[in-house]
């Protein structure tokens, strides 16, 4: 083989190595309208899909509260990281007093942020698998710290947080086109803080919500 060609094949080698960290490194952007990049500082809302449910290791539901409402500010959104603040968050539905309902108990009162408060971390990086997001308590720029909630029960609450962070999946505006922005968070473990009887031990949190932006629908492109 001759001096030149080697000399040619090593330069496509280096090339290709130089890209593919840049390829792999992508992540979705939060774009509205699609294709054009939200600016940080943007308002920010997500809103359940169908119900939000807590439920135990036997699939009975813990509660079930028709109505989710996060909202914050976009902080980063670089093409390798969308990084969020939620400020307020809160999970209403059918039972007495707007309070969600259950099979344990007919009209608990979910208190999230409790104890470690708000605010917490919404993000998805070139670092994660592809179509990853994570919600972990805390501001993304401080160090990570689990999320809590509360069951209010009249005189008994139930206390639990986090296992990490939760872990979701993200639906972008790829496949099929014009998909709004969704974060499906399925099965993910919350353990007991303070779960006096008749407090289940641990529940498993399956949720989604849909992103948008000063009231308009948003998208990962």
């Known amino acids: ?75 980063k959104n670089s093409g390798t990281a969308i990084e969020g603040s939620v400020t307020t968050a809160s999970f209403t539905g059918t039972g007495s007093e707007g309070n969600c309902t259950g099979t344990f108990f007919s009209s608990p009162k979910v208190t999230p942020g409790v104890a470690n408060g708000l605010p917490w971390c919404v993000r998805a990086t070139s670092a994660m698998n592809a179509n990853e997001g994570q919600i972990r308590g805390g501001k993304c720029s401080e160090p990570a710290r689990e999320i809590r909630f509360a069951l209010d029960l009249g005189s008994i609450t139930c206390l639990y947080k986090s296992e990490g962070a939760l872990k979701g999946t993200l639906t972008t505006d790829l496949s099929p086109s014009n998909t709004d922005a969704i974060v499906h968070i399925d099965h993910q473990l919350f353990k007991p803080v303070s779960v006096p009887f008749p407090c289940p031990e641990e529940g498993l949190l399956d949720m989604s919500f849909t992103l948008s932006v000063n009231g308009s629908a948003a998208y990962f492109s």
């Open 1 to 75: 083989m001759s001096k030149k060609l080697m000399t040619g094949l090593l330069a496509l080698v280096a090339l290709a190595a130089m890209a593919l960290p840049a390829v792999a490194s992508a992540s979705p952007e939060l774009t509205q309208p699609t294709g054009t990049t939200v600016a940080v500082g943007s308002k920010i809302t997500a809103v359940n899909i169908g119900d939000t449910l807590m439920t135990d290791t036997n699939t009975n539901v813990i509660t079930r509260c028709s109505t989710a409402e996060l909202s914050g500010e976009l902080n």
